[in-house]
Nanobody, 123 residues
Framework: QVQLVESGGGLVQAGGSLRLSCAASGLTFKNYGMGWFRQAPGQEREFVGTISLAGGWTSYADSVKGRFTISRENAKNTVYLQMNSLKPEDTAVYYC????????????????WGQGTQVTVSS
């Protein structure tokens, strides 16, 4: 079956960096646009960014634009989220998701989800 497994979360001080990874299995990875979403306690899940099937196009939420970068390695079935200049408001559980043959910014557009990884940014 399809599995998306996130890793790389943790505790970091404000201004620091983290790189999240999402390893996919059970699907033809190159046929899926990939997205990152996050959910903070008591808040709805929100879009972070997305990357096209071949990785040539990305789009980001305004709140992370210029600080976060999404990339992918189709040969490794893996998508990454590089997070720089982290702020306490970036604290959340981060999820990767896969969308067949397209990308999107709405979570209901995605077919598969990972279990999430916690990112905590201290002030």
């Amino acid at each position: 079956q399809v599995q998306l497994v996130e890793s790389g979360g943790g505790l970091v001080q404000a201004g620091g960096s983290l790189r999240l990874s999402c390893a996919a299995s059970g699907l033809t990875f190159k046929n899926y646009g990939m997205g990152w979403f996050r959910q903070a306690p008591g808040q709805e899940r929100e879009f972070v960014g997305t990357i096209s099937l071949a990785g040539g196009w990305t789009s980001y939420a305004d709140s992370v634009k210029g600080r976060f970068t999404i990339s992918r390695e189709n040969a490794k079935n893996t998508v990454y989220l590089q997070m720089n200049s982290l702020k306490p408001e970036d604290t959340a559980v981060y999820y990767c998701a896969a969308k067949f043959l397209n990308t999107g910014s709405r979570d209901d557009q995605y077919n598969y989800w990972g279990q999430g990884t916690q990112v905590t940014v201290s002030s």
